[in-house]
């Protein structure tokens, strides 16, 4: 039986079968599920100025021909996790970088993904969003929210520990 209902509620699968007959069928039952495709927003913590900043990007390193493009977003006004971040970091700079198409979303980072600051790579690989960190975001005026996946990526290039 297989139960759709809207795209907010868990999915319901009940499998059922008469286990007391004689095998007719193969030794395993496989159901094969597929990642959704969401966008991927990338938050990058640094000390660099606003203008240094600029410099950051993403690039998709990976040998396959399809490329993932990035682009940095100026903070957009309903987002909370770029909220939160200026609230908890509120001498640093908060960059959001988000994915050009919906990628799928997976346990593991297939994809090759570099944090570069004017053409020098920062990070060689930059860890894949978890499904834990979903939220809803609304990228374009008058457009309905998309489901995202993001991840918060921390870079300081000043890392001298100061007491006092």
Known sequence: ?????DSN???????????????VTPDFVEIS?????LLWFYYVVTDL?????????????????LKTTWKQLPSLGNDSIYAQLTQQYPARTIVCFVSGETLDCQESCRKQLQLKQDGHTIFEQLPGPSYRNFFRVVTDKGSKPTDAIY??????????LIKG
């Open 1 to 5: 039986m297989f139960d759709s209902p």
């Open 9 to 23: 509620q868990p999915l319901s699968i009940a499998i059922q079968g008469d286990f007391n007959q004689i095998k």
């Open 33 to 37: 599920f597929f990642a959704k495709p």
């Open 49 to 65: 100025s606003k203008n240094d900043s600029t410099l950051l990007t993403i690039e998709d390193a990976g040998q396959e021909t």
């Open 151 to 160: 991840e918060i990526v921390k870079h300081f290039t000043n890392t001298t």
